[in-house]
């Protein structure tokens, strides 16, 4: 009876002493994940990733960047974290956003234009330490260079001549100061311009349809210029075909001495000689050559009966017969 009563108490112990131990170990490993989450989310233990860097504001006022790459420490109440900076290549739109952008050219003709920049960070405390807000400020430098240089450019330059100025645009954003004895856009952020390219250039909706419009127009005067030239052409022929049909009717029956040539320029009126030639150039082999001295004879119709009439009612307007 004295041993089963003990070996009860015995078995009761182990449970519960294997319980206890099974308690603890789980509040410690709650405590340790709360603990490390703790930190990590106030980021009193924070990591810095290949190609990134993190810009470090101590308790006095110091900022510093830092670069190594791994786990760094930091007290929480005396450091701050203030960004987190990618020191990869980064992009830069004209505008800010991948949509064309509205400028005007040297002609004040409206076009729509985009463009992009790559570029990376070099100095870490230039970009970072030595300017508030960076980004915007870049942005507004970009766009003012690229704005400056297209807007001085011709509308035919912009469409045609885009791999010149895309060119320019580099050259000026790698090393033109911003102002007259100014920084670079490099020096002053401390950045490296790795390439610029000039995505698009093209003319508003209204300004496409316009072109479009003074193309067709000029097509149409060029048809309207071609037919008048075959005119005029078709004109010199028959002008030339008339001459020498002249000069073939002078040497036939003109005079050596020219008193016949007023006779013949007389029998050309009367015969509509170019006309008649213009209808039917083939197969004129008869003309009616008339009295080119005086006057044709003028032979008129008998008058029928109803005409004496008229003519004694013309005479006669009171409406009298005669006698």
Do not use: C
Request: hydrophobic share 40%; net charge neutral; aromatic share 6%.
């Amino acid at each position: 009876m004295t041993d089963t009563m003990s070996k009860s108490i015995l078995s009761r112990s182990v449970v519960k002493k294997t319980l206890q131990r099974i308690l603890a170990l789980a509040a410690i490993i709650i405590l340790v994940y709360g603990s490390t989450a703790a930190i990590y989310a106030t980021k009193t233990i924070y990591k810095v990733r290949i190609n990134y860097a993190v810009v470090l504001e101590r308790f006095n006022g110091i900022r510093e960047a830092v670069t190594t790459v791994g786990w760094h420490l930091r007290l929480p109440l005396f450091t701050r974290i203030e960004q987190e900076v990618a020191l990869m290549n980064q992009t830069l739109y004209l505008g800010g956003n991948d949509a064309p952008m509205r400028i005007i050219s040297k002609e004040n003709v409206v076009l729509w234009a985009s463009s992009l920049m790559t570029y990376r960070i070099r100095d870490l405390r230039t970009w970072a330490i030595e300017n508030l807000d960076p980004m915007n400020l870049l942005q507004g430098d970009y766009d003012g260079i690229v704005k400056d240089i297209l807007q001085s450019q011709k509308v035919d330059n912009l469409i045609s001549n885009r791999e010149s100025i895309k060119e320019d645009i580099f050259k000026a954003l790698k090393s033109r100061p911003i102002n007259v004895g100014g920084p670079t856009l490099e020096q002053k952020y401390g950045i490296e311009v790795i390439s610029f390219v000039l995505k698009e250039t093209r003319f508003g909706d209204k300004l496409a349809e316009a072109t479009e419009e003074k193309k067709r127009r000029e097509l149409i005067a060029e048809a309207e210029n071609y037919a008048a030239d075959q005119e005029a052409s078709r004109i010199r022929k028959l002008y030339a075909a008339y001459l020498d049909g002249i000069q073939s009717l002078q040497e036939a029956l003109g005079r050596p001495d020219g008193t016949t040539d007023i006779a013949l320029l007389e029998f050309l009126a009367q015969q509509k000689w170019a006309t008649a030639y213009e209808k039917n150039q083939e197969g004129q082999h008869t003309v009616v050559i008339q009295n080119t001295k005086g006057a044709p004879n003028l032979t008129l119709p008998p008058m029928t009966q109803a005409e004496p009439m008229e003519a004694d009612r013309a005479n006669n307007p009171n409406g009298s017969r005669r006698p």
